[in-house]
Nanobody
């Protein structure tokens, strides 16, 4: 599975962005998908994940209520809608695919895309 994330950019605090992650491969629908982020000088952290069943989602406490993860298996794409953005959301955002169960641990994900930069100005 090859993944490509896009949709990042510069936005003011309180604004919104939608990230997309396009996947290649016919087995996309069988993978759990996750979004992670990494800020300068910090470790990569879990943001959100969605199972192959679209009603199974999982969020980090820091983004719960502000971010929404979704997927369209017909388009091999997973999305991250980010609302009410804060300067502390500034990071490189990565999407990842997990052939196992839904997880918030980056070491359990099998495939990673290149990240997309999100910068939130105060």
């Amino acid at each position: 599975v090859q993944l490509q994330a896009f949709g990042g950019g510069l936005v003011q605090a309180g604004g919104s962005l939608r990230l997309s992650c396009a996947a290649s491969g016919r087995t996309f629908s069988s993978y759990a998908m996750g979004w992670f982020r990494q800020a300068p000088g910090k470790e990569r952290e879990f943001v959100a994940a969605i199972g192959w069943r679209r009603d199974n989602t999982y969020y980090a406490d820091s983004v719960k209520g502000r971010f929404t993860i979704s997927r369209d298996n017909s388009k091999n794409t997973v999305y991250l809608q980010m609302n009410s953005l804060k300067p502390e959301d500034t990071a490189i955002y990565y999407c990842a695919a997990d052939s196992g169960r839904l997880s918030q641990r980056p070491d359990e994900y099998d495939y990673w895309g290149l990240g997309t930069q999100v910068t939130v100005s105060s």
